[in-house]
Every structure is written in structure tokens, then in C-alpha cells.
């Protein structure tokens, strides 16, 4: 090098901003997140000088090369550069590309669907603020779930905050109790009192929607209550529909004449009582706006609402839906399961996931479809299921196929059908127009259940899920078609006897025992040798 630095100074500067230059730029590559393509261009400019540097001092760097003692160095020193090149290409490609694996029995640790469609969608920064003093339980479980959704999207950042420490910040977000986690983004802020994923996500949910749309329950004709908390009651699809971000309200149309104009969603839940006339009327109108409707009723009670779904394509039959595969996962036959959905967006997210009707009755389409109704069989039950017209061969226990009089499986329990009016859809407002040629086109379901959502089934398989994707869908909300979280139960370990003997043995006294006697030998040996 000497005779590089004697005839060629501008070849060994040249080689120094080189080398400088390659250090620099794959460290930057390495280490940054925004802007790391300028990391390789400043490598690229590194490897070009060392290049000129190469064939302005070509003659000095034979004479080098030939020496015996500059083999052995660059030799050397080309192990150290590979080896350190290798370094930085693993930590670039780690940085980039890391994945994560959850092992856990039923992907405990993998957020849902509904959760990583949020968080890719998020356009603004949303900031956490997990309000938990130092040591207290459930700290470090609510910190690992907060790393799994910034993991998701770098919009998402999070942080402890001590409310014994940072008094002014708690209460600024009106912290009073320990375990809160606040939401933040912009001006705005959400609450979540429990530090699970269900209510972080719906706490999302509420921060990105200026106002929530309303969903009415029909009510007057013996519906089940939606403040009932016992298992017959609805009070948990009340909860599920308004973590979603939705007003819910009862609907009492003998008095209110006409559906609402700010109706989203109207509700039929297994009515016990015949619908008026002028209800009826007024539900058929409410769809002719372009309204959306879920209509669930249960075997022997139609509510009056035959007639008026036939003439929306829907025939109702008067049946009990049974089915023996349900004993093959502990079920009653009464509880028809469902694994073969229609090809809609309601239930595209459900395929491999089952849910069950109990107490069901089956339904059919009309053929040829009204003109202006286009429908799509959404559920069907498994080929073994059948619908029993012999009610009482049902209380007597027995119930059983018969050839030309009951109706073999698989069977359709629900349908989803979209109606067009001849109105137009002014696009602006999403009134009713002439100026518009898009029709107006309401969107009806019917299942034939209404026991499913109760709360002593709602939160059971995929039924959840499945009544509020059909929600989403009438309200016209395609982020609420998804699976949701589910609520993480606890899976105590739970022993058998002589496994709870083996499990205190084997750790507590054989294995010491064996390193006991493992020692003596060891000591036997080296005496009986020094002897």
C-alpha cells in the first residue's frame, strides 16, 4: 500500500470515501425503516469509488497482490467483510420480512380478522395509553397484546402510564381506575375498561365513526326482551349489535305508523303474535325505500308474514328441522348445525367456521323469483337432516324420515334476498330521485330461527358472528362483515390422579435421587483409582 500512497494519493482517498461510503449506507439500510432505499444508493456510490479507486492504482495493486503477506491479510480481512456483510443482510431482511408464529391450541395469541382489517385501514396515528401502576397484574399480558396490533400497523403505538406518576395525563382522559386503556387519535378518545381484544377493537371501531347508524327491533307481538339477561333473553345481541357502533332502539310500529327515516336496520326476532296490515305495509314500504330487514321466525309461528314473503320469494315451511349428525358434537338433533353456506359476502368469512339453529324450521325459494328479486340460499343444513311435518310424532320421541311427506336434507334454514324499486337512488343523498337511473334496492334476510341469537346460543360457534356480518351487510358496513375477537376462556390443567403422583415424583424426588446417586458413583470411582 505504501507504493498506492507514495504514486497515487487520489486512489487511496478514493478507497477510503469507499469503504466509508459502503459502511455508512448498509448500516442506514440496515437500521432504517423510512427512506432505506437511500441506504443502498449510498452503498451503490461507495462500491463505484472503490471501482475507480481499483483502476487508477491497477499497477500499484498488482504489485501488492503479489506479495505473500497481502494474500494472507486480504484473505483475512475478506472473511471479517463477508461475515459482517452477512450480519447486516440477516438484521436488513429481519427488519423487513419478521414473522411471527402462534403455536397456542386455538391461535390464542393471533388477532381476528375484524382486528387486522382495522388496522390496516388505519390512515391516522392512533396512540394507546395503558393506564396500570407499576407491578400490578395483567400488566405484562395486556403489553403483549398491545405489541400484537403495532405489530400489525405502524399506526398503532402504545405505552405505560403510571396514574401515580402521570397524574395531569390520567386526568386529562378521566382515568379513575386502574387497567384502563385509552384510545387516542387526534382530538378524539375512546375508554376500554377490560384489556381484551374484543373490547380494544371495538374501542377502534367507535373511534373511527362520527356517529352510529340505528338498528330497530320490532317489538308488540311477544318478542323476547332485549333487556332480559337470562338465557332466554337478547340482551347479549343487544350488547354485540351496540359494540359495533350501532343505536339500538325498539320499534313499535302500531304507534309509530311507519318505520323511521333513520333506520338502518329493522329487526323482526321471533314474533309470537300476528303483524297487523298496516305493519305489514309498512315494513313492505320501508324495504321499497331501500331499507334493509332480517326476519327471524321460529316453527308454527309465521306472525302473519307468509303471505308476505311469498310474494318477496320466500316460502316458509311448516316443519321441524332435524338432524343426528348434531349428536356427533354433543348437540341435540333438534339443533340443526350449518358448514355449507351460499356464496355471499355475509358468509364468506365463515367458511370452515359452523353454526346451529336450535329449534329450527326450513325454508324454500320460489321458483320462478319475482321479477326484480334476486335471492341466494345463505344456509344449508348437512344431507342427514331432514324437516318433520309430524309434530306429534315429536313429543312421543318418535320422530323419523318418511318418504314423500317429510322434506330430506340438505335443507335451507336462511336466504338473503335483494329487491329492486322501481324508484331511483339519488347518489348524493341516498334518497329516492328521478334524476338518478340507479334503482333503490332493499335487502331482506330471512332464517327460520330466532333461537340461535339468544344469549344462552349467541356466543356459541360462528352464530355471533353470522347475525352481526348480517347486520353489517343490511346496514350497508362492509369493515362489520368479518370474524370477530373471540373472549379467551381460561384452560385450567386438569390431572388425574396418578398423573398428579407422577408430576410431584418424577421432578422431586427421582430426578434428585438420580443426580445423588450419580455423584456417589462418580466419587466410588476417582477414590477406587487414587488407590
Known amino acids: 500500500m ?27 439500510y440496515a437500521t432504517s425503516l423510512v427512506n432505506s432505499g437511500n441506504g443502498l444508493w449510498v452503498m451503490a456510490a461507495g462500491g463505484g469509488a472503490l471501482l475507480i479507486a481499483a483502476l487508477a492504482g491497477l499497477a500499484e495493486l498488482k504489485l501488492f497482490l503479489a506479495k505473500r503477506s497481502a494474500r494472507l491479510g486480504l484473505g483475512a480481512g475478506a472473511s471479517v467483510l463477508v461475515v459482517l456483510a452477512l450480519v447486516i443482510f440477516l438484521g436488513a431482511l429481519a427488519a423487513r420480512h419478521h414473522q411471527r408464529w402462534d403455536l397456542s391450541q386455538g391461535g390464542q395469541y393471533t388477532l381476528s380478522p375484524q382486528t387486522k382489517e382495522l388496522l390496516a385501514k388505519l390512515e391516522q396515528p392512533v396512540q394507546v395509553l395503558a393506564f396500570f401502576k407499576e407491578g ?24 405505560v402510564v403510571d396514574p401515580d406518576r402521570e397524574p395531569a395525563l390520567a386526568k386529562r382522559y378521566e382515568v379513575r381506575n386502574y387497567g384502563t386503556i385509552v384510545l387516542v387519535r387526534g382530538e378524539k378518545h375512546e375508554q376500554v375498561k377490560l384489556p381484551e381484544e374484543n373490547e380494544i377493537t371495538n374501542g377502534l371501531l367507535r373511534l373511527g365513526r362520527q356517529g ?57 326476532a321471533g314474533p309470537r303474535h300476528a303483524l297487523l296490515e298496516a305493519e305489514t305495509q309498512a315494513l313492505g314500504d320501508y324495504l321499497a325505500r331501500g331499507g334493509g330487514m332480517l326476519v327471524m321466525l321460529d316453527p308454527q309461528q309465521d306472525a302473519g308474514l307468509s303471505s308476505w314473503l311469498l310474494a318477496r320469494g320466500v316460502k316458509l315451511r311448516d316443519d321441524l328441522v332435524l338432524d343426528q349428525a348434531s349428536s356427533l358434537v354433543g348437540a341435540s338433533p333438534a ?38 328479486i334476486k335471492a341466494v340460499e345463505l344456509l344449508k343444513t348437512t344431507a342427514s337432516a331432514w324437516g318433520e311435518t309430524d309434530l306429534g310424532a315429536l313429543v312421543s320421541g318418535k320422530a323419523s324420515f318418511d318418504q314423500g311427506r317429510d322434506s330430506q336434507g340438505p335443507l335451507v334454514l336462511g336466504a338473503v334476498l335483494d329487491l329492486a324499486s322501481a324508484e331511483k337512488k339519488d347518489q348524493a343523498s341516498d334518497k329516492p330521485s328521478e334524476s338518478d337511473d340507479k334503482p333503490v334496492v332493499g335487502h331482506l334476510v330471512v332464517i327460520g330461527d330466532s333461537d340461535f341469537a339468544l344469549n344462552a346460543h349467541l356466543n356459541q360457534a360462528g352464530n355471533r358472528d353470522l347475525l352481526l356480518n348480517t347486520v353489517g351487510f343490511l346496514a350497508e358496513e ?54
Do not use: C
Request: net charge positive.
Open 2 to 28: 505504501e507504493g498506492v500512497k507514495r504514486t497515487n494519493p487520489v486512489a487511496k482517498w478514493l478507497a477510503w470515501l469507499g469503504l466509508i461510503l459502503l459502511a455508512v449506507g448498509g448500516f442506514y
Open 136 to 159: 400490578q397484574a395483567g400488566k405484562e399480558k395486556v403489553q403483549d397484546l398491545l405489541t400484537q396490533y403495532a405489530y400489525v400497523s405502524p399506526q398503532f403505538t402504545w405505552r
Open 212 to 268: 352510529g347508524k340505528v338498528v330497530y327491533f320490532l317489538t308488540g307481538h311477544g318478542e323476547r326482551s332485549l333487556e332480559e339477561t337470562g338465557q332466554e333473553g337478547y340482551s347479549q345481541l343487544k350488547s354485540a349489535v351496540a359494540e359495533q357502533n350501532y343505536q339500538v332502539k325498539p320499534l313499535l310500529l302500531v304507534q309509530a305508523k311507519t318505520v323511521p327515516a333513520d333506520a338502518a336496520v329493522v329487526v323482526v
Open 335 to 372: 339443533w340443526p348445525l350449518v358448514a355449507n353456506y351460499g356464496e355471499h359476502q355475509i358468509t364468506r368469512p365463515l367458511q370452515g367456521v359452523f353454526t346451529y339453529f336450535p329449534l329450527a324450521r326450513s325454508l324454500e325459494l320460489v321458483q320462478p323469483l319475482p321479477a326484480g
Open 478 to 531: 362492509k369493515d362489520q362483515i368479518t370474524l370477530r375477537p373471540k373472549q379467551k376462556a381460561s384452560q385450567p390443567l386438569l390431572l388425574q390422579p396418578e398423573q398428579a403422583l407422577m408430576a410431584l415424583v418424577v421432578p422431586v424426588i427421582l430426578l434428585p435421587l438420580g443426580f445423588v446417586i450419580l455423584g456417589v458413583v462418580v466419587v466410588v470411582r476417582r477414590r477406587r483409582r487414587a488407590a
